[in-house]
């Protein structure tokens, strides 16, 4: 059984080895897909700050009009009165919503987009030197070995880099949104992610080794679906003739039939944490719910503060359930992976 620093390294090299045959655009690419993570992390702190005015000024409109900051911008904004305030707050507040989610948006475009390149980049240049093996070495292996690795394997490549961005972008998100609430309440944003902390790492450890096993048997039995078809339809007219449809149907349902269920039980694996983090996210914020409302007299006073909180916790959560999901789906994959570094060698 593999040890977690195993697990590690085995991925470093991993992605060390694709790394190794991106072209100099690609490369340029990522770098600049970083650039892009950043700011989509920028504009969820934006947007959930953009809450607190908002709010604040939705629950005590004098309070906040009393403020001298707020007394130094309104002549310029020609507001007068409190109660004039609201439109400017909602108006930044959709801005700040509008363009969180732009942001991310594009984010999640380019990432299909550069994993969809890098992928087509391996899986022609892996044809390349395939073609070019001597005449020896195409007829000392199974071809149904390398068209797997072509076509199945490298479709697991581009999902193994598209989760691994996904991954990448969460975990900026994460980090910006936890400053964010850490600037807010301190004490309540470090109850809140010790709790998710923990559940996330119960949910990490619970399914590490089972994907691992998922991974390596999903290679297996891809490879040996598509030997089946090969062997049995390549031969048709002496399958035909000897009347041998059985054997090989047999050989092909059991290849296909773990196959399906191997995915289907990864599938799960990869789901279920949605429905636990959703679960103790709510637990999580009626509790908080109940601490503000006691140590700030009443549920109007402390609404800005739980509005704030609560937002963020909505935007926590997506992004750990998309990060369990694509770790998943990056050990789900590293079988698969190697195949192609090891066509690509």
């Known amino acids: 059984m593999t040890t977690n620093s195993e697990n590690t390294t085995r991925t470093r090299v991993l992605l060390l080895g694709i790394w190794g045959h991106l072209t100099k655009r690609r490369r340029i690419q990522l770098g600049a897909l970083l650039v892009v993570m950043l700011a989509s ?83 022609c240049e892996a044809y390349k030197r395939t073609l070019y093996q001597p005449y020896g070495v195409h007829v000392a292996r199974n071809s149904s070995g390398v068209i797997t690795a072509l076509q199945s394997n490298v479709g697991s490549l581009v999902g193994m880099l598209n989760a691994l961005l996904t991954m990448y972008t969460n975990g900026l998100v994460l980090l910006a949104l936890l400053w964010a609430l850490l600037m807010i309440d301190a004490r309540v944003a470090l109850i809140a992610g010790g709790v998710f902390g923990v559940a996330y790492a ?105 509005g704030a909180l609560a937002l963020g916790a909505q935007r926590i959560l997506p992004a750990l359930q998309q990060t369990d999901s694509s770790w998943a789906a990056i050990k789900a994959d590293k079988s698969a992976v190697e195949s192609v570094l090891s066509t690509l060698k």
């Not at 989610?101 to 969809?116: D, H, S």
């Not at 296909?256 to 103790?280: G, N, T």
């Open 41 to 123: 992390s920028a504009a969820e702190v934006f947007s959930l700050a953009a809450v607190l005015p908002f709010l604040a000024v939705l629950a005590n409109p004098e309070q906040i009009w009393q403020l001298p900051s707020v007394q130094q911008i309104a002549p310029v904004l020609q507001i007068t009165a409190a109660d004039q305030l609201l439109r400017p707050v909602t108006l930044l507040f959709g801005i700040a919503a509008i363009a969180a989610a732009a942001v991310r948006l594009l984010n999640v475009w380019l990432n299909g987009r550069v994993a969809a390149a890098v992928g087509s980049d391996l899986s």
């Open 202 to 306: 119960v949910i990490v450890q619970s399914s590490k080794r089972q994907l691992a096993i998922n991974s390596n048997k999903t290679v297996v039995y891809s490879q040996l679906s598509l030997q089946a078809l090969q062997e049995g339809l390549g031969a048709i007219r002496d399958v035909l003739l000897d009347g041998s449809q059985p054997w090989y149907l047999d050989i092909y349902i059991e290849a296909d039939r773990p196959l399906r269920q191997i995915s289907a039980k990864s599938s799960f694996i990869a789901a279920f944490p949605r429905y636990l983090m959703e679960a103790v996210g709510l637990c999580l914020i009626g509790g908080v719910a109940y601490g503000l409302t006691n140590r700030y007299g009443g549920i109007a006073t402390a609404l800005p503060l739980l």
